[in-house]
């Protein structure tokens, strides 16, 4: 069965220093997306994308943030100067479809730790 | 901004018996609604869903449940088992951008 896949699965960095998530969706969808969860907090909302553009991004996703399809497979998250606050599971999804009714993939997620 | 709100951070329940998780929406708007599982150290799984045109989806030993004049919708697990012993969030699917607002999830505990 497809699935999403995530790397690394744990990822510890310092602050101020730039981290790059890797996420491989599912291979024939066509909508990607970045959540996070801060621990003991909800699942939030990060940035979508499709066809080579941001989609949609929430209040989160801020000028330290950007995302990237390299390629045809890899879908990327970077955080150019992390902060304490960006220490959280983050995970990578994706869909068929954008709208309508079509569900949402998740990977694994990465753990980022900020110290 | 609460949305989707998921009132019972637990919930415990004996294996054979059901498993009932609750989640209240406020937006009029969200058209679908997805109930995700996720154990620990793992990425949500999605479960089951249902399009606010029906008030009730079965998938074997899981059914939805919407009612959309009281804007709550009902995950119900029946028999029970230990493997089902997760947290459940609940999820409703913005009809605009297509993001999913989540709940803050239920972790159920099924007892042998």
């Known amino acids: 069965e497809p699935e999403v896949t995530q790397t690394p699965s744990h990822q510890v960095t310092q602050m101020g220093q730039e981290v790059i998530l890797r996420c491989v969706p599912i291979?024939?969808?066509?909508?990607f997306y970045w959540y996070r969860q801060i621990l003991g907090q909800k699942v939030e909302f990060l940035v979508s994308f499709y066809n080579n553009e941001i989609s949609e991004k929430s209040e989160i996703f801020d000028d330290q943030f950007s995302v990237e399809r390299p390629d045809g497979s890899n879908f990327t998250l970077k955080i150019r100067s992390t902060k304490l606050e960006d220490s959280a599971m983050y995970f990578c999804?994706?869909?068929?479809?954008?709208?309508?009714?079509?569900?949402?993939?998740f990977g694994p997620g990465t753990r980022l730790t900020v110290t | 901004d609460q949305q989707v709100k998921q009132n019972s951070p637990s919930l415990s329940v004996q294996e054979g018996r059901i498993s009932i998780l609750n989640c209240d929406y406020t937006?009029?708007?969200?058209?679908?609604f997805l109930w995700y599982k996720k154990y620990p150290a793992e990425g949500p799984t999605f479960l089951i869903s249902?399009?606010?045109?029906?008030d009730k989806n079965e998938d074997g030993r899981f059914t939805v449940f919407l009612n959309k004049s009281a804007k709550h919708l009902s995950l119900h697990i029946v028999p029970s088992q230990p493997g089902d012993s997760a947290v459940y969030f609940c999820?409703?699917?913005?009809?605009?951008?297509?993001?999913?607002?989540f709940g803050q999830g239920t972790e159920l505990s099924v007892k042998p």
């Open positions: 291979s024939n969808h066509l909508y």
């Open positions: 249902i399009s606010s045109i029906k």
């Open positions: 999804a994706s869909s068929l479809l954008g709208q309508g009714l079509n569900e949402q993939y």
């Open positions: 999820a409703a699917k913005d009809n605009q951008g297509g993001k999913l607002i």
């Open positions: 937006n009029s708007m969200f058209d679908y």
